[in-house]
């Protein structure tokens, strides 16, 4: 028998995560909270034990000690220790263990974290980075379970900090992003709406938590009452989500694109999906193929969630996929915006752009993170003004859209994607987007390399199972729908592709070009500005041939 959701009205989002939590604990004490591998809670055996670890923060830190950071396996613990952080009244720091120890030193250094929550696997590792096992490290595999395991009953503000979530800087400085409670609520508040969750539901936890994402899920799921999977893709593989997927009975399926396709490619024959009723794709693009696999391998009452976020401003434009809707070829738009964000498209000059030109991406709002924690130059740059309790901010995202004349917005990549070939403005996510048009093209990625001093168009890509392409197929394709400048100057085909530790597509460690003739669409070729472009358009309809080169 289905349970009765408990409502999530837009009042609470002034209220506390600490708050909306209890709420849920007493009103679905015996229902399912998480289940890992090796554990199972109900939202009663939860709620203890995040009250036992609160009490251990509250007894070992200090009123200083306003953040708390986080070292753990991606299991049941890294949940727990968000909670009894709240529960104490801090702020947590998550850290990703497949960081290098450099860049976890220079994070605990910066969100000035005194106290730090791990387990047996990584204690050795923090004594490495010079931290002591004393009184500022709490091993959760060694907590008491005599500690108290009522609710502290710390009271919270909705402008309290209450995450630093950490995310690379250019300088090579990680820039800490600080998220207030009432930022937080106001996501999980949208979340709920957009994907209708409730205690029914039965959602995965894949990302991990030091990525805006994985606090999202967690709180999305818990705070409605539903039940949490938590899956550590770097144990199990892809073969352990299908299995989790089939053998739970999955209802809400999130993750990066990448790891999406690669688990219907390896996985989808052999596992019953049927129980999944959304699929919620974030953090690259997601294109028409994506929704072609979705029809294909889930029940028709399926749909695709991609929406728009950052660390800095969580979802701030959604687009809801059902199997009516019209997809064209190439990368889904982002869609409408959500309650409270107001997103315009700005020029160089930050003026205000009109619908279908292309420019820098700002979101206006109250509810979004308030700077970098202690770096207010930083902050500067990019949130003009900063937002404060009664003050909405605006964010400058260095992201590219476009958003067109019925307001639905395309994300075409960060600024550093746009780059110049021979004068001419080329967006690589739309060189990607065309690429992956072509049948038979799996996976496609635009770069720009240099070789021999010079800047060149490259397209890598890996084909579809079973399909054979060349690249003067996929030269002729391309050239049907851009101009020849933004055709790749060379291309490579490749088995699969590189991809960084958290399974996105690594664009740093793609081989460099070769002078290979067979693979070279030779520059002498080809239009390289928009003047021989019109000039070999007119030669071409002149004498009455598809293709002509500028020194045929």
Request: aromatic content about 8%.
């Amino acid at each position: 028998m289905p349970i009765v959701p408990l409502p999530f009205s837009r009042e609470e989002i002034d209220t506390s995560i600490v708050d909306r939590f209890e709420k849920i604990v007493s009103t679905y004490p015996k229902s399912l909270a998480i289940k890992t591998a090796r554990d199972k809670f109900t939202f009663l055996d939860l709620n203890q034990r995040v009250n036992q670890l609160a009490f251990k923060i509250l007894e070992l830190g200090e009123k200083a000690d306003n953040t708390v950071a986080i070292f753990l396996s991606h299991n049941e613990f890294p949940i727990i220790a968000m909670m009894s952080i709240l529960k104490a009244g801090k702020a947590f720091v998550p850290l990703n263990s497949s960081s290098p120890d450099e860049r976890i030193k220079k994070i605990l250094r910066s969100s000035r974290s005194e106290m730090v929550i791990t387990d047996n696997r990584f204690i050795k590792r923090l004594s490495k980075l010079g931290l002591k096992n004393g009184k500022k490290i709490i091993n959760m595999d060694l907590l008491s379970d005599e500690l108290p395991d009522n609710n502290p009953g710390i009271q919270t503000n909705p402008e309290d900090l209450v995450a630093i979530i950490y995310t690379s800087g250019s300088t090579g400085v990680p820039k800490g992003v600080m998220h207030v409670q009432k930022t937080i609520m106001h996501n999980t508040w949208v979340q709920t709406d957009s994907l209708k969750i409730d205690p029914n539901d039965r959602h995965t936890l894949i990302p991990h938590l030091s990525y805006v994402a994985g606090s999202t899920d967690i709180l999305r799921t818990l705070l409605n009452g539903a039940s949490l999977f938590p899956i550590d893709f770097l144990d199990v593989g892809l073969n352990g989500i299908g299995r989790t997927i089939q053998n739970e009975k999955i209802t809400i399926y999130h993750s990066v694109p990448t790891i999406f396709r690669r688990l219907i490619e390896e996985e989808a024959g052999g596992q019953d999906y049927s129980s999944v009723r959304i699929i919620h794709l974030g953090g690259e693009p997601v294109y028409a193929g994506d929704v072609r696999l979705i029809r294909k391998y889930f029940s028709k009452d399926c749909i695709l969630l991609n929406n728009l976020g950052s660390t800095e401003v969580p979802t701030y434009r959604r687009h809801i996929v059902s199997q009516e809707t019209k997809v064209e070829q190439g990368n889904l738009p982002v869609g409408n915006p959500v309650s409270d964000k107001k997103v315009t498209i700005v020029g160089g000059n930050g003026e205000e752009l009109k619908p279908g030109e292309v420019g820098e991406i700002v979101i206006e709002s109250k509810y979004m993170s308030w700077g970098y924690f202690n770096d207010p130059e930083r902050s500067s740059k990019s949130y003009r003004p900063l937002p404060t309790a009664n003050l909405a901010g605006r964010f400058f995202s260095g992201d590219i859209g476009m958003i067109d004349e019925q307001g639905v917005m395309k994300f075409l990549g960060r600024k550093d994607y746009q780059v110049k070939i021979f004068g001419n403005r080329v967006e690589l996510g739309e060189v990607e987007a065309n690429m992956l048009s072509i049948d038979g093209v799996h996976q496609a990625v635009a770069l720009v390399k240099q070789i021999a001093g010079e800047y060149i168009l490259m397209g890598y890509i890996v084909p579809s199972k079973g399909k054979i392409l060349t690249i003067e197929e996929i030269r002729q394709e391309m050239l049907k729908k851009l101009p020849s400048f933004m055709v790749p100057k060379q291309f490579l085909i490749m088995e699969s592709f590189p991809y960084t530790q958290t399974n996105k597509i690594d664009r740093e460690s793609f081989p460099s070009p070769t002078p290979s003739k067979a693979l070279e669409i030779h520059e002498s070729e080809l239009p390289r500005n928009q003047m021989e472009e019109k000039l070999t358009q007119i030669w071409q309809e002149t004498l009455g041939i598809p293709q002509i080169g500028i020194r045929a």
